[in-house]
């Protein structure tokens, strides 16, 4: 199957497909069987216990491993084993477990180096500043600006990045994925380490994320709040493989995914 659109059973189009998919580091099957399909505009979750897989998938998804077999399809377009830099140009996005950002630039050249995928100048152009240069300097600035403004981080716009705090170093890593402007958004425990009252802010922030710029999200996430206040639907690891799969409200009363947290 190649560069085929796939449409759901509700009509919506699959932004993302997976198909048996499969990864083994020498005899450990790390991903077994893993079969997602995740639509337009909606907002699903990955989530399992510790070691279940969830990161694996992700760097599956975003080329950082190749699998050992099966598909990973992107809107109908074949992108398995691509390389991440042309994964990402072509609509994937990602965040991390811990914060990866560059700390000794400030917030608004952080947002400015995700735009950078739609740089429209060329090597001589950037090199002696020449006028297509900077209005194109322009233009992001003002963009990353905007930004800035929907995860209320405007007003840092000039602090370097190491020197937000925590919850806001959160919410500008998402910024920057968002400024690669991706048709997928996989969010890699967005709320890890954050308090209550940071954890309400960021599930408005992904909400305004997905209603206004009809973003699809794939989340992990281990704050059971945030997964079942926001996501529609849910795939459960386990051991690397499905433990359990729909609506969200079903998959978290399963009694196989309880005791996969919880144990007997």
């Given at each position: 199957?190649?560069?085929?659109?796939?449409?759901?059973?509700d009509?919506?189009?699959?932004?993302?497909?997976?198909?048996?998919?499969?990864?083994?580091?020498?005899?450990?099957?790390?991903?077994?069987?893993?079969?997602?399909?995740i639509?337009?505009?909606?907002?699903?979750?990955?989530?399992?216990?510790?070691?279940?897989?969830?990161?694996?998938?992700?760097?599956?998804?975003?080329?950082?491993?190749k699998?050992?077999?099966?598909k990973?399809?992107?809107?109908?377009?074949?992108?398995?084993?691509?390389?991440?830099?042309?994964?990402n140009?072509?609509?994937?996005?990602?965040?991390?477990?811990?914060?990866?950002?560059?700390?000794?630039?400030?917030?608004?050249?952080?947002?400015?180096?995700?735009?950078?995928?739609?740089?429209?100048?060329?090597?001589?152009?950037?090199?002696?500043?020449?006028?297509?240069?900077?209005?194109?300097e322009?233009?992001?600035?003002?963009?990353?600006?905007?930004?800035?403004?929907?995860?209320?981080?405007?007003?840092?716009?000039?602090?370097?990045?190491?020197?937000?705090?925590?919850?806001?170093q959160?919410?500008?890593?998402?910024?920057?994925?968002?400024?690669?402007?991706?048709?997928?958004?996989?969010?890699?425990?967005?709320?890890?380490?954050?308090?209550?009252?940071?954890?309400?802010?960021?599930?408005?922030?992904i909400?305004?994320?997905?209603?206004?710029f009809?973003?699809?999200?794939?989340?992990?996430?281990?704050?059971?709040?945030?997964v079942?206040?926001?996501?529609?639907?849910?795939t459960?690891?386990?051991?690397?493989?499905?433990?359990?799969?729909?609506?969200?409200?079903?998959?978290?009363?399963?009694?196989?995914?309880?005791?996969?947290?919880?144990?007997?």
């Amino acid at each position: 199957m190649n560069d085929t659109q796939f449409v759901a059973s509700d009509g919506r189009e699959s932004v993302l497909r997976t198909e048996h998919l499969r990864i083994q580091f020498g005899g450990l099957r790390a991903v077994d069987d893993v079969n997602l399909e995740i639509k337009k505009g909606e907002l699903y979750g990955l989530i399992g216990p510790n070691g279940a897989g969830k990161t694996t998938v992700f760097n599956l998804l975003t080329g950082v491993y190749k699998p050992t077999s099966g598909k990973i399809f992107l809107c109908g377009k074949d992108i398995t084993g691509k390389a991440p830099a042309e994964i990402n140009r072509l609509g994937i996005a990602r965040t991390f477990q811990n914060i990866r950002l560059f700390n000794n630039l400030t917030v608004i050249e952080n947002v400015m180096v995700g735009l950078s995928n739609s740089i429209s100048c060329n090597i001589a152009q950037s090199i002696f500043r020449l006028p297509r240069h900077k209005k194109s300097e322009k233009e992001f600035y003002e963009r990353a600006l905007e930004l800035l403004k929907v995860f209320q981080l405007d007003e840092y716009k000039d602090y370097l990045a190491a020197n937000l705090p925590y919850g806001k170093q959160r919410k500008l890593e998402i910024a920057r994925a968002m400024a690669t402007n991706p048709t997928l958004l996989l969010l890699d425990e967005p709320a890890a380490g954050m308090n209550p009252n940071e954890t309400q802010e960021l599930m408005d922030d992904i909400t305004f994320v997905r209603k206004n710029f009809g973003m699809t999200i794939l989340l992990i996430e281990h704050d059971m709040r945030l997964v079942s206040g926001i996501c529609e639907n849910l795939t459960v690891l386990n051991f690397g493989t499905e433990l359990a799969k729909g609506e969200t409200a079903k998959v978290l009363s399963d009694p196989a995914v309880v005791k996969a947290y919880l144990g007997e």
